[in-house]
């Protein structure tokens, strides 16, 4: 299965327990901010703000925590500091991760990303050594007891879909970004309800990993991840099925 889409469900179960930690929250509050900073407060002339608000209301973020994270962007409130870093390095076995932060303090966020990669056997890099290597789309993962494929092709083609394939358990459907809120709502009229919904980084190609290599990769991705200021980490790992099963990770 490609990365983004095992990825994207091991985070998906993350994100249930991150939630209950605040610390879902907190990452969420903060995309709030800097699309409320950078397009304005108003969700319906700011599809940045309008998605990061919608990802908010998924995981039940106090109206009251979505209008002060706003407050903060706009200016309003003290708070709003933070600027977008992306850190680009490899993982065991020369995979590519990308890491996109959102830091009120580059100085010390740089170095404790650095001591992540180098910990699990991997080396942070410089600007653009693999960003080339990823496309930004709209990503959805729709068990595939949800749906029939021949009605999710219809329903998503039609909404603006590029593709849709069956990877493992799930349907993959991607979509450029400007097409997101086309599919999302198209699915939603249907009655599909996606597990994972999401604008994130595809790679072009990717890379297969042993089961060994694998747990490191995963480890570095959990640890990215777990990261106050990491909003999302992309890879170009490929893990096989038969690795899958072994490393439990299926």
Known sequence: MSGHSHWAGIKHKKALVDAKRGKLWSKLSKAIIVAAKMGGGDPDANLRLRYAIDDAKAVSLPKDNIQRAIKKGTGELDGGNLEEVVYEGY????????????TDNRNRTAPEIRKIFELADGKLGSTGCVAWMFDSKGLFLIPTDRTNEDTLME???????DDVTVQGEN??????????????KALADASIEPEVKEITRIPANTVDLDADTARKVLKLMERLDDHDDVQNVSSNFNIPDDVMAEIGEA
């Open 91 to 102: 993982g065991a076995g020369g995979v590519a991760i990308l890491c996109e932060v959102l």
């Open 155 to 161: 329903v998503a083609l039609e909404a603006g879909a």
């Open 171 to 184: 349907f993959e459907v991607t979509c450029d970004p400007s097409r997101y809120q086309e599919v999302t």
